[in-house]
């Protein structure tokens, strides 16, 4: 989807005066007012942002946070949405997508890459595939960017995003560029200590095994992609696995246990092909699948005395 000034409904005001869409200096990119993110995140709900912008520089970056700044916006930062509940109520200031910096270059001699923040996991997965570049094949069925991949520490496959990462390089809310280690990121299981930073994720640099048969890593690839489409439903709105699996159990085991697939509220359902997915089935809304998230929650911990603990993030209120 390409934005354009034309597209903004100027029906919300925010500083004073009924705001229209507002070019930012020395680029296309424009701040758009109101806008819907429902169709920016995979689960298809959620309400308004009041301000939405779209960077596809690090230029437009630094203008958009210098521009939240004057007016004393908080900021939000979405990927490819894959990850994300967002309230019916919608999300407060200013909401900035990754998903359109984009870059990517591969040095063949070290079998490293990097991709820009708005560069798909799955399509990376294939790039480096169709090179002979092992390490890379259990991405291809995680529907996220660079980006929301670097911050969750994304994983599938007995294999997570940090086994492979070199460096990250970020943005300050103040337009400060910073490489950052792994060291640094503090990675654990669906962790980063870029969750809940302000640090934005301009892109990452990963190493590879280069050198293999490429009908090989391909094959491999494929594999995992169908090993997925088998066991997850892929065919309805979703966010993936709702709750971090905790080290006892896998959540969907617990959840299947209690006899909750199938449970709904609303257009939200649990998933019958995987207890850890929740569905939007039919409209649900955001509040019909957090209700779902709290409900199966509630259950798990009165049966099993566990709290589950959602991987979702949840953006805006409940
Ligand atoms: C069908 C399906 C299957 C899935 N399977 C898996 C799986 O196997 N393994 C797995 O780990 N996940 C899985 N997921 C979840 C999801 O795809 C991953 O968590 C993914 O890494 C999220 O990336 P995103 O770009 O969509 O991030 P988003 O959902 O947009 O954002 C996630 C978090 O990252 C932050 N963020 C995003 N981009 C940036 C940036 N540039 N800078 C700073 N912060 C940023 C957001 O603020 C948010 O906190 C699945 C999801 C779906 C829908």
Not at 76 to 101: C, E, F, K, M, W
Request: aromatic share 8%.
């Amino acid at each position: 989807m390409i934005l354009s000034c034309e597209t903004a409904r100027p029906n919300f005001a925010v500083l004073g005066h009924t705001p229209t869409a507002i070019p930012l200096p020395g680029s296309d990119c424009c701040l758009q007012p109101n806008f819907s993110l429902a169709e920016l995140t995979s689960f298809r709900v959620g309400g308004t942002a009041d301000w939405f912008v779209t960077p596809r520089t690090h230029h437009d970056l630094q203008e958009s946070l210098a521009w939240a700044q004057r007016h004393d916006l908080p900021i939000t930062i979405l990927g490819a949405g894959s990850n994300l509940l967002i309230s019916d109520r919608g999300v407060p200031g200013l909401v900035l997508s990754t998903r359109y910096l984009k870059q990517t270059s591969f040095d063949s001699e070290t079998g490293q890459f990097t991709a820009s923040a708005g560069e798909p996991i799955p399509k990376l997965a294939w790039r480096v595939a169709k090179r002979g570049w092992k390490g890379f094949e259990w991405a291809v069925g995680i529907p996220g960017t660079v980006g929301g991949a670097v911050v969750m520490n994304a994983g599938a496959h007995q294999a997570s995003l940090s086994d492979c990462l070199v460096q990250v390089r970020v943005m300050d809310t103040a337009g400060h560029i910073l490489t950052l280690t792994p060291e640094m990121l503090r990675y654990s299981y669906r962790h980063s200590s870029l969750q809940g930073s302000n640090f934005i994720v301009l892109d990452a640099t990963f190493a590879l095994s280069p050198g293999h048969e490429r009908a090989e890593v391909v094959a491999e690839t494929n594999r995992n992609l169908q090993k997925r489409k088998q066991s997850q439903p892929y065919h309805l709105p979703s966010c993936g696995s709702v709750f971090r699996n905790p080290e006892s159990h896998a959540a969907g085991w617990l959840i299947e246990q209690l006899g909750l697939k199938g449970y709904q509220i609303g257009g939200a359902q649990v998933a019958h092909r995987h207890a850890n997915f929740i569905l939007n089935c039919d409209n649900a809304t955001a509040q019909d699948i957090f209700n779902v998230i709290r409900y199966v929650q509630a259950q798990v911990e009165e049966h099993w005395s566990l709290t589950l603990q959602p991987e979702v993030k949840f953006l805006g209120e409940f």
